[in-house]
């Protein structure tokens, strides 16, 4: 089993991530959608201007995140990183996001002035397959 390829197809078929912040100590998750830029190895997610996740980045844009599997298995990746402001608008990416996530489009069409994109570049994964393939592998 090609542990590179299952963290590529990983990632292109689930659209969650379970991201961690933390500020003051205290961790925060919520779970936000994602896009994956592979050639980029790249995670973008964008988030409400005023959201306290805003807040939370600007004070430690140190994160880690799990992807969310909905395919009644446990596959999944877990990374960590930094978590910044993408210089790419959500506008940019909008028709990646909207082939990836269905009425993702509609959101951008109505809220996309009022959100920033964020982009967190990897560099190690741990990518779970089952109990038994499990690695950390190098991006």
Do not use: W
């Not at 896009?35 to 973008?44: L, P, Q």
């Not at 990836?100 to 570049?121: C, F, H, N, S, W």
């Not at 779970?128 to 499990?134: K, L």
């Amino acid at each position: 089993m090609n542990m590179r390829d299952e963290f590529e197809r990983i990632m292109r078929e689930q659209r969650e991530i379970a991201l961690a912040t933390t500020t003051d100590g205290l961790p925060h998750v919520r779970i936000v959608n994602f896009y994956y830029a592979s050639e980029e190895r790249r995670v973008y997610f964008a988030t409400f201007k005023d959201n306290e996740k805003v807040v939370e980045l600007a004070a430690n844009p140190n994160i880690a995140f799990t992807t969310v599997p909905h395919n009644d298995t446990n596959e999944h990746v877990r990374a960590s990183g930094r978590a910044v402001k993408s210089a790419h608008t959500v506008y940019d990416l909008a028709a990646l996001f909207a082939a990836k996530i269905p009425r993702y489009q509609e959101t951008i069409d109505a809220v996309g002035d009022d959100l920033i994109l964020y982009k967190i570049t990897l560099h190690i994964a741990v990518v779970t397959v089952d109990m038994e393939h499990i690695e950390c592998i190098r991006l």
